[in-house]
């Protein structure tokens, strides 16, 4: 749209040069005419209009709000080690921690990993033919909405909660506790704040696919020393309880007891990355989701041998596929 505006600014000022050229000049003949290269000028601005009007009007018909001159299918995605942006995809992988390969591959036009942890995870599952797995995922995977759906697909999670420094803090910078300060009690339903008062289940609401319940206790909190800390404006404080939290809790239950099971993920996962990049996998060749699918299963597929070799050598690796072919023959 600026670049709409800046096109428009120019045609303005081209079509004003030529107004006063003709005027100045009208028996000179159109091909000799001195301002013949404002004529052309004013083709390409009108065209290039076109082109950035068509581009508005086709992210709008697809719900986006960017688009990409280079390829039409990347994105921009945050690099958030190395900082800034670049335009590509969202690669994401399962790799079992036994022996380094990877189970599922799958590239995606997300620019953050909170909704993909389902997914890739139910792939590894059904590859693996598991009735059960174990997922292990950073921080950027933890969302309240995935951990359910994994519990769902009977995928138990392992997965970190983005990081909470100090507490919460409103328009004014006041700073009160957090809710996770808050001890959810499920058989009674209740939260009890640092108070040592309960905070009962009042109003419930839906927004968007997710039910949120409001928890109060007007009384005790106008009585409570703690007032200033817990509440803005000595308010009543209230915490609103997501369907999904419960599925959070247990998963932060899991953590807790279970660093080493988390630590096996930089020595899994992030030693495949690191070696796709180290073969010169950090920039992708071809462009279109479909070829870029191709590109990064093949690259898949390349790193799996490579591991299998190592694991089992050559001979080995030939010995399987004989079997296999076996299998399939028989069958």
């Given amino acids: 749209a600026e670049l709409i505006q800046r096109i428009d600014a120019h045609i303005e000022k081209y079509v004003v040069e030529l107004d006063q050229a003709d005027a100045q000049s009208e ?35 697809a719900n986006q709000k960017e688009i990409s001159h280079t390829d039409a299918d990347a994105r921009k995605m945050k690099n958030a080690r190395e900082g800034g942006y670049f335009i590509g995809y969202n690669l994401q992988a399962a790799v079992d921690v036994k022996h380094d390969l990877i189970v599922a591959v799958e590239v995606e036009q997300k620019a953050n990993d909170r909704s993909s942890l389902c997914d890739i995870s139910t792939a590894a599952k059904e590859e693996l033919g598991a009735a059960q797995i174990e997922v292990v995922a950073d921080k950027g995977y933890h969302s309240g909405a995935e951990l359910a759906r994994c519990e769902e697909a009977d995928i138990i999670t392992y997965v970190p909660a983005q990081a909470n420094r100090g507490g919460s803090s409103n328009k004014d910078g006041q700073t009160v506790y957090r809710k996770e300060v808050f001890r959810y009690d499920a058989e009674k339903d209740v939260y009890h704040c640092p108070a040592g008062q309960q905070l009962h289940a009042g109003e419930s609401k839906t927004k968007g696919e997710q039910k949120l319940t409001t928890y109060t206790n007007k009384t005790a909190c106008r009585q409570c020393a703690l007032r200033e800390q817990c509440t803005w404006g000595g308010r009543r404080r209230k915490i609103i309880r997501c369907e999904n939290d419960g599925a959070i809790e247990r998963t932060a239950a899991r953590l807790e007891g279970a660093v080493a099971k988390y630590e096996q993920r930089r020595n899994s996962v992030e030693h495949v990355f690191g070696t796709l990049k180290q073969w010169g996998h950090r920039e992708l060749l071809l462009k279109g989701m479909e070829k870029v699918r191709g590109e990064i299963h093949l690259s898949a597929l390349s790193y799996n041998l490579c591991r299998a070799i190592n694991i089992l050598g050559v001979e080995g690796v030939l010995q399987g596929l004989r079997e296999k072919q076996e299998e399939k023959q028989a069958a």
């Fill in 27 to 61: 028996s000179t003949q159109p091909a000799t005419r001195p301002d013949a290269g404002l004529e052309q000028k004013l083709k390409e601005l009108r065209q290039k209009r076109s082109e950035c009007q068509s581009m508005i009007e086709a992210m709008e018909a």
